[in-house]
Antibody, heavy 118, light 108 residues
Framework: EVQLVESGGGLVKPGGSLRLSCAAS????????MNWVRQAPGKGLEWVSS????????YYADSVKGRFTISRDNAKNSLYLQMNSLRAEDTAVYHC???????????WGQGTMLTVSS | SYALTQPPLVSVAPGKTARITCGGN??????VHWYQQKPGQAPVLVIY???DRPSGIPERFSGSNSGNTATLTISRVEAGDEADYYC???????????FGGGTKLTVL
């Protein structure tokens, strides 16, 4: 079964850091671009970051550029999001999704919740 | 930056046709993807490249894209279609993925 499972969410104080992980299974992870998309409570979808299959191309939303770092380990079938200098407005459910390079996001994980609060 | 505009709410009676629009500057020149999201669930791709349906998505779902408007059409609407729907494009200029603000479809 093709599956993405996120982990690593939690409660963090403003200014803190956290790393999210996304474990992929059921497909050749190294062949696909991957993405992080977040959804604040009661709000719409917001694209956060994308990384190409090899990791050579990386893109960030303006709202997280300079604070978040996307990476992947194709040997471990895993995607990561290192989040630093966290703000209250980063509070959201973070989904990983397969797709990119003008290819739609055809597989999504259920998401992991990040709460930034003092 | 590129922006996509969706109506916040579309209401339709069961068995009727729902049309959800997504407005953007010259969106007809872009590949538009549509996602359905039910409460507490992850988004699901329902239309890609403007009018293609992934396997498992009913034929009642269709899409079109021309000029400054892309449209997701749901025919013979069922109660189970009630959800939030989002359009998405890749903006080459900014190298950003862009989502519309989302449309809540309610079935009366």
């Amino acid at each position: 079964e093709v599956q993405l499972v996120e982990s690593g969410g939690g409660l963090v104080k403003p200014g803190g850091s956290l790393r999210l992980s996304c474990a992929a299974s059921g497909f050749t992870f190294s062949s696909y671009s991957m993405n992080w998309v977040r959804q604040a409570p009661g709000k719409g979808l917001e694209w956060v970051s994308s990384i190409s299959s090899s990791g050579s191309y990386i893109y960030y939303a303006d709202s997280v550029k300079g604070r978040f770092t996307i990476s992947r380990d194709n040997a471990k079938n895993s995607l990561y999001l290192q989040m630093n200098s966290l703000r209250a407005e980063d509070t959201a459910v973070y989904h990983c999704a397969r797709g990119g390079g003008d290819i739609p996001f055809d597989i999504w994980g259920q998401g992991t919740m990040l709460t930034v609060s003092s | 930056s590129y922006a996509l505009t969706q109506p916040p709410l579309v209401s339709v009676a069961p068995g009727k046709t729902a049309r959800i629009t997504c407005g953007g500057n010259n969106i007809g020149s872009k590949s538009v993807h549509w996602y359905q999201q039910k409460p507490g669930q992850a988004p699901v791709l329902v239309i890609y490249y403007g009018s293609d349906r992934p396997s498992g998505i009913p034929e009642r779902f269709s899409g079109s894209n021309s000029g400054n408007t892309a449209t997701l059409t749901i025919s013979r609407v069922e109660a189970g279609d009630e959800a939030d729907y989002y359009c998405q494009v890749w903006d080459n200029r900014s190298e950003h993925w862009v989502f519309g603000g989302g449309t809540k479809l309610t079935v009366l």
